[in-house]
């Protein structure tokens, strides 16, 4: 996992700097002979803070912010 910043416009001209762990996933490979054979993973990403005006919010925002930040960034790095 890498460490990743990220934007997120929360609407009505409030934005969060985000900073996220990161991991882009893997391709699937079906060669039984390759040693990294295997099915595919999605990217993921987990939030770590998300500052507002430099104070980190993460504690009370609903989970289902966490989620689109999350999958924001992910989608903004595939």
Do not use: F
């Amino acid at each position: 996992m890498r460490t990743i910043q990220h934007t997120y416009s929360a609407g009505s001209g409030i934005e969060l700097d985000c900073e996220l762990e990161y991991d882009p996933g893997e391709p699937a490979n079906t060669d039984p002979e390759s040693p990294t054979c295997g099915p595919a993973w999605p990217p993921v990403a987990h939030l770590m803070s998300a500052k507002l005006h430099g104070l980190d919010i993460l504690p009370v925002l609903d989970p289902t912010i966490i989620e689109q930040i999350e999958v924001t960034a992910c989608s903004m790095l595939d």
